[in-house]
T-cell receptor, first 115, second 111 residues
């Protein structure tokens, strides 16, 4: 049973370009969470999705960031017109159900560098 | 004030020592997680607790819901335990389902 997969593991973009980060949850998991870890800072929640639904996006920046989790395929975190401040490690986690006592399993992360 | 506070921020110890990392939180929770992150690496979930105590190998995690406090203990520490240990909580009730994290404890075990 493969773990949570993220790709790419490292992504370099120039200012103004778009970044697409992919997350494939563990088999049987239908809930995905995205977290961001800025340099020298702790992890912060960004968004929680179920298949075809955004459940909670209270941690997402208001502009340039979007997320989806289609019926088929991985969850995508999309950052438009990237700026240097977007450089960070982005982690996704998955769980079999989204409430209370369910453990989240983390992926290896995507390290985004904006030049 | 952060909702999840960890102490110490940094800890250096000798191989074989007993290690304790503390986590205090100020919100109602449904679960508390202990995570491990190696430099430049991914995040590994060590424990998820809602009450009592859990043990896995040389790692022990305890939680006191009334005092809003959890501890992570490492017995017979080894250099390979060197990592950042992160406490995270899932808030109780409706609303956000994402975790709220402490800033982490940087642990170095010297041979």
């Amino acid at each position: 049973n493969a773990g949570v997969m993220q790709n790419p593991r490292h992504l370099v973009r120039r200012r103004g370009q778009e970044a697409r980060l992919r997350c494939s949850p563990m088999k049987g998991h239908s809930h995905v969470y995205w977290y961001r870890q800025l340099p020298e800072e702790g992890l912060k929640f960004m968004v929680y999705l179920q298949k075809e639904n955004i459940i909670d996006e209270s941690g997402m920046p208001k502009e340039r960031f979007s997320a989806e989790f289609p019926k088929e395929g991985p969850s995508i975190l999309r950052i438009q017109q990237v700026v240097r401040g977007d450089s960070a490690a982005y982690f996704c986690a998955s769980s079999p159900a989204g409430r209370s006592y369910n453990e989240q399993f983390f992926g290896p992360g995507t390290r985004l560098t904006v030049l | 004030k952060n909702e999840v506070e960890q102490s110490p921020q940094n800890l250096t110890a000798q191989e074989g020592e007993f290690i304790t990392i503390n986590c205090s939180y100020s919100v109602g929770i449904s679960a508390l997680h202990w995570l491990q992150q190696h430099p430049g690496g991914g995040i590994v979930s060590l424990f998820m607790l809602s009450s009592g105590k859990k043990k896995h190998g040389r790692l022990i995690a305890t939680i006191n819901i009334q005092e809003k406090h959890s501890s992570l203990h490492i017995t017979a520490s080894h250099p390979r335990d060197s990592a950042v240990y992160i406490c995270a909580v899932r808030k109780a009730g409706g609303g956000a389902d994402g975790l709220t994290f402490g800033k982490g404890t940087h642990l170095i075990i010297q041979p």
